[in-house]
T-cell receptor, first 109, second 114 residues
Framework: SQQGEEDPQALSIQEGENATMNCSYK?????LQWYRQNSGRGLVHLILIRSNEREKHSGRLRVTLDTSKKSSSLLITASRAADTASYFCAAYGNNRLAFGKGNQVVVIP | DAGVIQSPRHEVTEMGQEVTLRCKPI?????LFWYRQTMMRGLELLIYFNNNVPIDDSGMPEDRFSAKMPNASFSTLKIQPSEPRDSAVYFC????????????FGNGTRLTVT
């Protein structure tokens, strides 16, 4: 079964720096979704990239998808303290959505 | 749009008691999901409804767990009897159509079973 899996597991950066997270999956997908979870809250959908897309932007977020390597990356530019959260990728394929274990990002003011 | 509404936010109960978690999905969404989140196992899908019909309940741990969706605007997840290993955060999520479209999560119910 496919599994979204993020790398690195934890990231600590200074405010203003960029944060990059990677996600790998095992089988073919229809789309890949990224979510953010603030402490004590539910997951919030950030961006969805389809299997025929290579790059997508939303505000300070940039997502890339490389289906040949079965991987995706999420870039947060000019990070802010409010970006401190856990970030999850979720790979959708074969009628299943598989979440990774999450990637903790701490942005230091 | 009020988002997905879950209640209660916190539940503390003793082992053996019945627990009922409630969820109101976003109006117009056809799909509803119950997830459980723990540090050890991460986010696990328990059950998934489409148009109020259970589509996939393979993630329900055992017979102590049951879920219902009597109408498009309400769902419950029941644990009877509860056990300490059920302690977790339980999330309800809804989407326009299945897992292919973005999921909208509630803020969860933190369940503690002593």
């Amino acid at each position: 079964s496919q599994q979204g899996e993020e790398d690195p597991q934890a990231l600590s950066i200074q405010e203003g720096e960029n944060a990059t997270m990677n996600c790998s999956y095992k089988t073919s997908i229809n789309n890949l979704q990224w979510y953010r979870q603030n402490s004590g809250r539910g997951l919030v959908h950030l961006i969805l990239i389809r299997s025929n897309e290579r790059e997508k932007h939303s505000g300070r977020l940039r997502v890339t998808l490389d289906t040949s390597k079965k991987s995706s990356s999420l870039l947060i530019t000019a990070s802010r303290a409010a970006d401190t959260a856990s970030y999850f990728c979720a790979a959708y394929g074969n009628n299943r959505l598989a979440f990774g274990k999450g990637n903790q990002v701490v942005v230091i003011p | 749009d009020a988002g997905v509404i879950q209640s209660p936010r916190h539940e503390v109960t003793e082992m053996g008691q019945e627990v009922t978690l409630r969820c109101k999905p976003i109006s117009g969404h056809n799909s509803l999901f119950w997830y459980r989140q723990t540090m050890m196992r991460g986010l696990e899908l328990l059950i998934y409804f489409n148009n109020n019909v259970p589509i996939d309940d393979s993630g329900m741990p055992e017979d102590r767990f049951s879920a219902k969706m009597p109408n498009a605007s309400f769902s419950t997840l029941k644990i009877q009897p509860s056990e300490p290993r059920d302690s977790a955060v339980y999330f309800c999520a809804s989407s326009l159509w299945g897992e292919e479209s973005p999921l909208h999560f509630g803020n969860g119910t933190r369940l503690t079973v002593t």
